[in-house]
């Protein structure tokens, strides 16, 4: 938002447990008011926002794409045909698409191979789609090779995926009140839906190459591996034939 000096509105940012004194207010005005009045209507258009976002994805079914749909579909004829002979749409880009999936590991251009490619560095991600068969790595040494082929996904990615898993169930026990008191929830037909947090994470892991220097600036410093991102216009290509497909990370990303 930009706003002239003449400009009158208040930034307001939630946080702690929701007083007036919980939250973060910024105005280019030196002096404004603020008052529990003007307290109570943000709260509830935080609530309004939150119940909107949660009823209306920002993710729109016809752009939503996934890992296992990098690889070409079964029946796809290689003439150009963008369409599945079942009459799907054959995806064989991910440009102009969008994507969510997990930072499982990282890596800087100087653990990767010599490339003809500008790349400031790499991901691995995973979004639990497709063949557990991870991409090549692009680096040239075997001992990082190893190293990464221990531990991918690793334990901190399977950690998070345990921390999401127990938030949905604590909000199912919360909200059920059939709860059979062994945190199960039973719809009545004696089916319980409670998830199990996993011991291992299946699915395809591929390779994501960074090109910005300020997109992978970023990435090294505030995307923990374990993070998700949300992945916008981005392609999937073969750079210079090295490491196989791969999602292609841009500025305009």
Known sequence: MLG????????IRKGGDGTID?????????????????NERSRQLWRWGQEYIANHSTLHPVYKQTLSSTRERPGATGDGDDHDHDGGEHFESFKHVDAVMMVVNKLPNQEIQPSLLPAMGYMRVWDGTGLSQPDPLPVSSQEVTRRLNACEPSVACVERIAEIIQKLNDGTRSSNDSDNGSGDRDDGSGN???????KTLCGAVCNAVVLGPSQWDFIQSKVPIGSFIRLRNVACD????????CLII???S
């Open 4 to 11: 002239t000096l003449a400009s009158s509105y208040v930034v």
């Open 238 to 245: 073969e750079p210079q034939g090295q490491v196989g497909r």
């Open 250 to 252: 841009t500025e305009s």
């Open 22 to 38: 919980g939250w973060s207010r910024k105005s280019p005005s030196h002096s404004y008011s603020f008052t529990q009045q003007d």
């Open 192 to 198: 319980k839906t409670r998830l199990q947090t996993p």
